[in-house]
């Protein structure tokens, strides 16, 4: 089984500057992957970035990255030069042998 | 037309009625699931398949049963709705654990 925690149920920054977001994993599988997904008001759930946990390489996606410490099964996400429009939940979900198992949510607020 | 669809999107009944929400896909994609949503508490699994003659139980499937009529369609079913079943619930597919989950819509679910 796999669980996952989000330790800052709130965070803010200020538009432009760059936040990090915090989550840690326990899972007994091997293989795995892991995923961030974004759900902004309009309750639509999407994906912001993916990682293998195979991969040593620290995936990134345009202002998105993620640092993933395997041995301390901690995976942050890191939002750089922030937007009005990255306000929104972020959950973080490892996925193995069974369904993605979802955070409880960090709720992201941009200060103008 | 949107890949995953979920019918209705909203839903008001009350306690001890029986209520099906809907969800079908045109991903093509085996595995679908079902998902709940409540404030603080993230998502959780409530049942998923692998494909059609597969079911399997989630997190949180007490008080809820499912359909897999095809491949594209899994039905969530409430027996007898009780109020503590008002959440926001979320059908997904995928095509292979190692990619990303695609949401429906969503169904806000109050049980009065």
């Known amino acids: 089984a796999q669980t996952v925690t989000q330790s800052q149920p709130e965070m803010s920054v200020q538009e432009a500057e760059t936040v990090t977001l915090s989550c840690t994993y326990d899972?007994?599988?091997?293989?795995?992957?892991l995923f961030w997904y974004k759900q902004p008001p309009s309750r639509q759930m999407i994906l912001v970035i993916r990682q293998e946990a195979y991969k040593q390489q620290n995936a990134t996606e345009n202002r998105f990255s993620v640092n993933f410490q395997k041995a301390a099964k901690s995976f942050s996400l890191k939002i750089s030069d922030s937007q009005l429009g990255d306000a929104a939940m972020y959950f973080c979900a490892p996925s193995g042998n069974t369904p993605l198992v979802f955070g409880k949510g960090t709720r992201l607020s941009v200060i103008a | 037309d949107a890949d995953v669809t979920q019918t209705p999107r909203n839903r008001i009944t009350k306690t001890g009625k029986r209520i099906m929400l809907e969800c079908s896909q045109t991903k093509g994609h085996d595995r679908m699931y079902w998902y709940r949503q409540d404030p603080g508490l993230g998502l959780r699994l409530i049942y998923y398949?692998?494909?059609?003659?597969?079911?399997n139980k989630g997190e949180i499937s007490d008080g809820y049963s499912v359909s897999r009529q095809a491949q594209a369609k899994f039905s969530l079913s409430l027996e007898s709705a009780i109020p503590n079943q008002t959440a926001l619930y979320f059908c997904a597919t995928s095509d292979h654990r190692k990619e990303k989950l695609f949401f429906g819509s969503g169904t806000q679910l109050s049980v009065l």
């Open positions: 899972t007994s599988e091997s293989d795995y992957y």
């Open positions: 398949s692998f494909d059609v003659k597969d079911i």
